[in-house]
């Protein structure tokens, strides 16, 4: 069966507190047990803010070490969960339900490559 990566997106700056914070991973931890149950879920991490992120880039036979992401935006990729789907209707449908327990924030969802 396919796999779908489900990219959460969040804004820069510091996490909501915890009174709004709790009930949002109450809501997660649920639909990832459901997802977990019926066989969707594959794999799902939060990450660390972008500022702990090294970027690695090759130029010729050096090696360049970078400090913080990639590039500088509003946003980053605040964690991911993996997904296994029929087809992209039913991966939309699962990031649709990721993308209400997590709202505001915005979901993505992407084929993998040869993730059968």
């Known amino acids: 069966m396919p796999q779908y990566l489900l990219t959460i997106h969040q804004p820069d700056g510091d996490p909501p507190p915890p009174e709004v914070l709790g009930p949002i991973m109450e809501g ?6 459901e997802m977990q149950a019926n066989g969707t879920w594959v794999f799902a991490a939060a990450l660390h803010p972008p500022g702990t992120a090294t970027v690695v880039r090759v130029r010729g036979e050096e090696t ?4 913080g992401p990639f590039a500088e935006g509003k946003e980053h990729v605040g964690g991911f969960t993996v997904i296994r789907a029929a087809d992209l209707d039913e ?4 990031g649709g339900r990721l993308a209400r327990v997590l709202a505001p924030l915005s979901i993505e969802v992407r084929p993998i490559h040869g993730g059968a």
């Open 64 to 67: 360049l070490l970078t400090d």
């Open 91 to 94: 991966a939309l449908h699962w």
């Open 28 to 33: 997660l931890d649920a639909l990832n047990e």
